[in-house]
């Protein structure tokens, strides 16, 4: 369809956007045998919180128009700029592997942190490319007008910032909307699990976070510094980051006894 790309702001024929880069999409299909002739289709399957939602096994496709997962939203040239950097990240963190299996990257670590033992990987990266990739998911979840990302709501200030930086393809400092990934960790593969993005508010920033992939993203949204461990762990303009590593049950645990109170399993 033809509009305004939300992106460079040119007037013309928009792509159907992805919100949640493609590939994590794919990551929760499995093939079905469709119709007379038994061809196989791929399907995922879609559980809300949400009880207005009715959770279940669809086609490709189907789940993302519902809950607005993908939308009009760029023009095919800074749809091209998010798929280079949406390349990087899954060959980084995935490699080629399809569905989506987590690579033991970095250098494996453990250290005290205050009083908690931590155990993390040390790793180096493309800063600029990694950097814009977390910036994209921020920024698309916070102009997406889909029922996922309802709570992601960045404002006027953070959401032009953010789209100045995405269209200058400048990754801005390091505590520019830092992000901090974790590894989580679980005896069942997590990387076809998506979590609806979340807010929190702590020491008076805003955060936002996703689980995608089988990592944690936890963005700091605010005018002043970031808080103490969110600049500790974040992206480095030198390439490095810190990925601590966490047990997900917790996570799970809470994810299934919301999903009991509406019905969904």
């Known amino acids: 369809m033809n509009g305004t790309c939300k992106l460079c702001g040119q007037t013309g024929l928009l792509r159907e956007s992805h919100?949640?880069?493609?590939?994590?999409?794919?990551?929760?299909?499995h093939k079905l045998a469709t119709g007379s002739q038994g061809v196989e289709q791929?399907?995922?399957?879609?559980?809300?919180?949400?009880?207005?939602?009715?959770?279940g096994t669809k086609q490709r496709g189907h789940?993302?128009?519902i809950v607005g997962i993908k939308e009009y939203l760029l023009c095919g040239k800074c749809e091209g700029k998010f798929s280079e950097n949406e390349n990087y990240a899954r060959s980084l963190f995935y490699g080629n592997t399809t569905p989506l299996k987590k690579l033991?990257?970095?250098?494996?670590?453990?250290?005290?942190?205050?009083?908690?033992?931590l155990h993390l990987r040390k790793v180096n990266v493309d800063y600029k490319r990694l950097k814009l990739f977390q910036l994209s998911i921020l920024?698309?979840?916070?102009?997406?007008?889909?029922?996922f990302f309802k709570e992601v709501e960045l404002g006027e200030f953070h959401e032009t910032k953010l789209q100045?930086?995405?269209?200058?393809?400048?990754?801005?400092?390091?505590?520019?909307?830092?992000?901090?990934?974790?590894?989580l960790q679980h005896e069942r593969s997590l990387e076809g699990y998506i979590e609806q993005?979340?807010?929190?508010?702590?020491?008076g920033q805003r955060n936002y976070r996703f689980v995608l992939g089988g990592y944690l993203y936890l963005f700091t949204v605010s005018k002043q510094k970031p808080r103490v461990s969110a600049r500790d762990f974040c992206l480095k303009p030198s390439g490095e980051m810190i990925l601590p590593i966490m047990d997900?049950?917790?996570?799970?645990?809470?994810?299934?006894?919301?999903?009991?109170?509406?019905g969904q399993i």
């Open 19 to 29: 919100i949640i880069p493609d590939f994590y999409i794919r990551g929760l299909e």
């Open 248 to 262: 997900d049950d917790k996570i799970l645990r809470n994810w299934a006894t919301a999903l009991r109170k509406t």
């Open 197 to 203: 993005p979340t807010k929190s508010k702590k020491e």
């Open 164 to 183: 100045t930086l995405l269209n200058t393809e400048n990754p801005g400092s390091a505590l520019d909307y830092s992000c901090l990934m974790v590894d």
């Open 42 to 55: 791929p399907f995922s399957t879609f559980l809300s919180a949400n009880p207005e939602i009715k959770g």
């Open 139 to 147: 920024w698309r979840a916070g102009v997406a007008k889909g029922s």
């Open 104 to 117: 033991p990257i970095g250098d494996l670590m453990s250290f005290r942190y205050g009083n908690d033992l």
């Open 63 to 65: 789940w993302e128009k």
